[in-house]
């Protein structure tokens, strides 16, 4: 499941390491859920040889699907003009998991969205370090992130024991991991790392 194209995220070549002839013992297709144009630049990538290894399911902002014992609802990033990126709001087994990121200072429709919802785990993106803005478009920095996790609060979004992570760093904020620990530490806010596993 992808939200977005950009290379960051998404690299289409690599399907092709799983078409017929290459990989060995696959009895079921891979599905690529994602925006019109992650379904396009992977059947354009895979070309003929897309086979029955894959099948793909374009995803519509604010149009839930069910999948297996999760339902995932795909909400509007502000991320790139030229792209309908997405954010995630999953729920399975009772817990609610917000995958915000790559985004700025949240979409209008998905705060309107978000009215109601509850959330016990918010990943967010921490692009940049301080921007001096907390409404900082196409990525967040840490007013944002801050600002977010205001109004999540003000709104009644966050559950309990709801969790943030911020994510998603760039190194040209200058911020190394244990910055970001000491800037969010009293906030609540935990930082992300390669390789970590939350539990909800
Ligand atoms: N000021 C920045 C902004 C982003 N990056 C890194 O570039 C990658 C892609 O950024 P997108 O805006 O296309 O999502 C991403 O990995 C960022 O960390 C950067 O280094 N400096």
Redesign the pocket.
């Known amino acids: 499941m992808f939200t977005h194209t950009?290379?960051?995220?998404f690299n289409p070549d690599d399907l092709f390491s799983r078409v017929e002839g290459y990989a060995h013992g696959i009895d079921k297709p891979l599905t690529i859920y994602g925006n019109d144009a992650v379904i396009g630049r992977s059947i354009a990538a895979l070309g003929q040889y897309a086979g029955d290894r894959f099948e793909f399911q374009l995803l519509r902002p604010f149009q839930a699907i069910s999948l297996g014992d999760r339902v995932v609802t795909p909400l509007l990033a502000n991320?790139d003009r030229t792209e309908t990126c997405m954010l995630f709001y999953i729920e399975k087994d009772g817990k609610r998991l917000f995958y915000g990121n790559?985004t700025g200072w949240l979409h209008e429709d998905t705060w309107n969205w978000l009215k109601g919802k509850v959330i016990d785990l918010a990943i967010l993106d921490c692009?940049?370090g301080y921007t001096h803005n907390n409404r900082n478009p196409?990525?967040m920095g840490i007013e944002t992130v801050l600002e977010v996790q205001r109004v999540l609060q003000e709104e009644g979004n966050l559950s309990k024991n709801g969790q943030i992570f911020v994510t998603?760093?760039?190194?040209?904020s200058g911020l190394l991991h244990e910055d970001f620990e000491r800037i969010f530490e009293p906030a609540g806010i935990k930082v992300a790392y390669d390789g970590l596993v939350i539990h909800i």
């Open positions: 950009h290379y960051d995220h991320h790559d692009t940049h196409n990525h998603h760093f760039t190194h040209n």
